[in-house]
């Protein structure tokens, strides 16, 4: 167990700015009940584990009797967990006695008795004598001293064949948001009623091309005046590169399994009409390709990931493209197969999901999408579209078909 009185590890006393603000400054802004429509776009990002599952453990059957671990849970993290998921058992953390007792309440507005809840930073975690299959930790390493000690910290309670999910802030789309921190701690504004009203005043009168505007467009959390504060006055709060996300992972001695929204780090879905860029982008390895296309992008303000330890086996979470073992696994999509018509009125085909562009497919890959529901291999899939041939090009139109919806994030791969 780590040493919990290591003099490297914050105190988080209420003299910490940190700890100041979410103590005034509740955030998320809370709710007395989570069946509220003003909580309901927050309860849906959580999702359930068991529709989540397929991402983080793609391999065998899903799982959801789960120890969880809601790693700087706010006013309505942990409980938004133990409500989706009651048959797990759900541990909140963090350092706001304010938002805990938010927590409380809810726990006891929705008789959640899976939910427990402590008074604990993230450094000490190991004080709990507890480990995790599950750690959601979105939103909070940003803002911490050290985020490579806290995410250390959290792998050293996560089971072996665990899965920690992360949200940190993305440095190139949220660049107008460090403007208009710049200016506001340049010009004095401070977290008060005044100093939010400046916020508010200011926000109202930026000129249309301002760099946070695209970043407005998307957030979910300014129409509180804690989010205002957390978003423009917030004392500590750093972003992260693609490159830092992997360092960050790296130095924390843990292993980086995956994007959950690969749509934004894979060129098929934003670039696809761009071939020039596509085949430069397709020469770099990984790493180096999810760094450009946050380059290339430019607006992605959040970065979303997942890790797990090094000892995991790379087999239970690796989609194993090179392999035979391809074949008999199965496609699960989350997008639609759409006809359209082209020259000639022949019928061309894309899939498409909620918010994003479609991609377009090839009329046998159209075939291949149409027989998938979940349940069948991609063998099978192919078997019913009528695809035959050799088992090299079996595995070749497999390999090209899931890639390509796997690397537009429109869909995950179980075996």
């Known amino acids: 167990m780590a040493d919990t009185n290591s003099p490297s590890i914050p105190n988080y006393s209420a003299d910490d700015p940190v700890v ?62 133990a409500l989706l998921n009651p048959h797990c058992r759900v541990v909140g953390i963090d350092v706001s006695q304010a938002a805990l007792a938010h927590e409380q309440r809810l726990k006891d507005r929705h008789k959640l008795d899976n939910l427990t809840l402590h008074h604990c930073p993230i450094e000490r975690v190991a004080s709990l004598d507890m480990s995790f299959d599950f750690v959601g930790c979105q939103g909070v390493l940003h803002h911490m001293p050290d985020p490579v000690a806290g995410l250390r910290a959290l792998g050293g309670v996560l089971r072996r064949d665990g899965v920690i999910a992360i949200m940190v802030y993305a440095k190139y789309g949220r660049t107008g948001v460090y403007m208009l921190q710049d200016l506001f701690r340049l010009i004095g504004v401070e977290q008060t009623s005044q100093g939010v009203a400046v916020v508010r005043e200011t926000l109202a009168n930026l000129p249309a091309d301002h760099p946070v505007q695209a970043y407005r467009r998307h957030a979910t959390d300014l129409g509180s005046d804690a989010g205002l504060v957390d978003t423009f006055l917030h004392p500590r709060d750093r972003a992260f590169s693609v490159g830092d996300c992997l360092s960050l992972v790296t130095d924390a001695g843990m292993a980086f399994q995956n994007w959950d929204r690969n749509f934004f780090y894979y060129p098929e879905g934003p670039f696809q009409n761009v071939p020039a860029l596509c085949h430069r982008l397709a020469r770099l390895p990984d790493e180096q390709l999810w760094q450009a296309m946050e380059l290339a992008f430019g607006a992605v303000g959040v970065h979303y990931f997942h890790v797990c330890r090094r000892d995991r086996d790379i087999a239970n979470y690796r989609v194993p493209w090179g392999s035979q073992r391809l074949l008999d696994c199965i496609p699960l999509v989350s997008a639609k197969l759409i006809r359209g018509e082209g020259p000639n009125r022949r019928p061309v085909w894309s899939m498409a999901q909620a918010g994003l562009p479609p991609v377009s497919l090839s009329e046998a890959q159209a075939a291949i999408f149409s027989h998938v529901n979940g349940q069948r291999t991609i063998r099978d899939c192919m078997a019913a579209a009528g695809v035959r041939g050799e088992a090299t090009l079996l595995l070749d139109v497999a390999r090209d078909f899931l890639r390509r919806v796997w690397r537009c994030g429109f869909g995950v791969i179980r075996w």
């Open 20 to 81: 100041a603000q979410y103590e005034r400054w509740q955030y998320p802004a809370p709710v007395a009940d989570l069946a509220d429509p003003a909580a309901a776009a927050y309860l849906r990002s959580y999702n359930t584990l068991d529709n989540l599952a397929p991402i983080y453990w793609p391999a065998g059957s899903a799982r959801t009797d789960l120890d969880v671990l809601v790693a700087g849970c706010g006013t309505m993290a942990a409980a938004c967990y």
